[in-house]
Structure formats: structure tokens, C-alpha cells
């Protein structure tokens, strides 16, 4: 299994970025994906997660507190590929994102995830 994530880099406040998450190795419906953050000295925090409902018949995204209104989350299965839009972005957002993977209903919690990107870097300046 592989995840490998893109499109982090350097903005400034309100900017805008779209990370990606390509996906190898696992059948994307089958699978919650997690975006997590972590910035130097501070816990692994969760930003958005896509993820089939518990009877599996429908999808829902889920976004933390901090990133209601400002990020969204989308998936392509055939494409495996997840996609996490950051619009009006603060400095206070700049952290390491990674995109991780794991079995089932999607979790807030990153502990709960199986398999996770290399993350990206993203830097939101004044």
C-alpha cells in the first residue's frame, strides 16, 4: 500500500491550496481517507476524512471544527485518487498534511489509520 501526497507549498493568508492523495495498493471505496496535520512541537491533528457510512450504502465527509467552511474534501475511486481544497488559509495552518488510509468507516482519530503518506509541507505566510 501507498500513499503519496502533492500540492503542498507556500502561500500567503487567504490563499488557497489543493493537496492530493494518490492511492496505491487498496480498492479507494473500500477505504476512509484522513487528512491529518502537524506542525513542529504539536500533536497530529485532524483536518477532513471521506468515508462510506457504516452501511456502506452512502459517503460523508467529516471536517474538524477549525476547517468547517474552509476545506473540502473529494474522491475519484476509479482514479484513486483524494483531493483536500484549503481556502482562506493562516499562518497558523502551516504544518506537515498527510493524507492516511484505513479500512472501513472513517475515524477522527489519526491512531485509528493503517497507512499514511510522507506528507506535505504547507507554509502560509503574513
Known amino acids: 500500500v501507498q500513499l503519496v501526497e502533492s500540492g503542498g507549498g507556500s502561500v500567503h493568508t487567504g490563499g488557497s491550496l489543493t493537496l492530493s492523495c494518490a492511492t496505491r495498493?487498496?480498492?479507494?471505496?473500500?477505504?476512509?481517507i484522513g487528512w491529518f496535520r502537524q506542525a513542529p512541537g504539536k500533536q497530529r491533528e485532524a483536518v477532513s476524512c471521506?468515508?462510506?457510512?457504516?452501511?456502506?450504502?452512502?459517503?460523508?465527509?467529516y471536517y474538524s471544527d477549525p476547517w468547517k467552511g474552509r476545506c473540502t474534501i473529494s474522491s475519484n475511486n476509479a482514479k484513486d485518487m483524494v483531493w483536500l481544497r484549503l481556502d482562506n488559509l493562516k499562518p497558523e495552518d502551516s504544518a506537515i498534511y498527510y493524507c492516511?488510509?484505513?479500512?472501513?468507516?472513517?475515524?477522527?482519530?489519526?491512531?485509528?489509520?493503517?497507512?499514511w503518506g510522507q506528507g506535505a509541507q504547507v507554509i502560509v505566510s503574513a
Open positions: 492516511a488510509a484505513r479500512e472501513g468507516v472513517g475515524s477522527a482519530w489519526h491512531f485509528e489509520y493503517e497507512y
Open positions: 495498493g487498496i480498492t479507494l471505496g473500500d477505504y476512509a
Open positions: 471521506i468515508s462510506r457510512s457504516s452501511d456502506m450504502n452512502t459517503y460523508y465527509e
